[in-house]
T-cell receptor, first 114, second 109 residues
Framework: EAGVAQSPRYKIIEKRQSVAFWCNPI?????LYWYQQILGQGPKLLIQ????????DSQLPKDRFSAERLKGVDSTLKIQPAKLEDSAVYLC????????????FGPGTRLTVL | GQNIDQPTEMTATEGAIVQINCTYQ??????LFWYQQHAGEAPTFLSY????GLEEKGRFSSFLSRSKGYSYLLLKELQMKDSASYLC??????????FGAGTRLFVKA
């Protein structure tokens, strides 16, 4: 079974530029998550989709971050414009439908904002 | 508010036993996860507890006490490859899971 795919793996941009990350979850997984993990901290949920609907985006900085999950499969996360404090690893995870399901994480995208 | 506490760092010796504690205060509780995260890699699932008691899985065991808001991860026969961060995460219900900051474990020879 293929795992969660993410691209790119690394990205370096200057502040005020835009960036987009892509995630392809495990086939058949209804729930998709985007997390931000700053060095030395645990993952922080940015947005959670159930199929193509948003379940939770309470911690998403909506003035600069946006995400979509078209057709309930792939997802993209965009930052526009980026700030220095956005430097982090962006993790995508997916899980089968269900409240207590284990999450399977992708390799992450390491973003550096200069 | 929601709060999950874990020690920041721990050091143990190869072959020994180490216990990593996690305490939580959350608005709801549907289960507790432990994930392992090696440096520069994604978290991977270790265990899931929903009922009180000890769950054993090979060298790793996880314990939960819901009344005390407490869990621990027990690692036996430590190996160098066990050096990693261990994340405690609570499913608070409503499809929401909150992660602790993680405990960095260093295993020395």
């Amino acid at each position: 079974e293929a795992g969660v795919a993410q691209s790119p793996r690394y990205k370096i941009i200057e502040k005020r530029q835009s960036v987009a990350f892509w995630c392809n979850p495990i086939s058949g997984h209804a729930t998709l998550y985007w997390y931000q993990q700053i060095l030395g901290q645990g993952p922080k949920l940015l947005i959670q989709f159930q199929n193509n609907g948003v379940v939770d985006d309470s911690q998403l900085p909506k003035d600069r971050f946006s995400a979509e999950r078209l057709k309930g499969v792939d997802s993209t996360l965009k930052i526009q414009p980026a700030k220095l404090e956005d430097s982090a690893v962006y993790l995508c995870a997916s899980s089968p439908a269900g409240v207590t399901d284990t999450q399977y994480f992708g390799p992450g995208t390491r973003l550096t904002v200069l | 508010g929601q709060n999950i506490d874990q020690p920041t760092e721990m050091t143990a010796t190869e072959g020994a036993i180490v216990q990593i504690n996690c305490t939580y205060q959350t608005s709801g509780f549907n289960g507790l996860f432990w994930y392992q995260q090696h440096a520069g890699e994604a978290p991977t699932f270790l265990s899931y507890n929903v009922l009180d008691g000890l769950e054993e899985k090979g060298r790793f065991s996880s314990f939960l006490s819901r009344s005390k808001g407490y869990s621990y991860l027990l690692l036996k026969e430590l190996q160098m490859k066990d050096s990693a961060s261990y994340l405690c995460a609570v499913n608070t219900g409503g499809f929401k899971t909150i992660f602790g900051a993680g405990t960095r474990l260093f295993v020395k020879a």
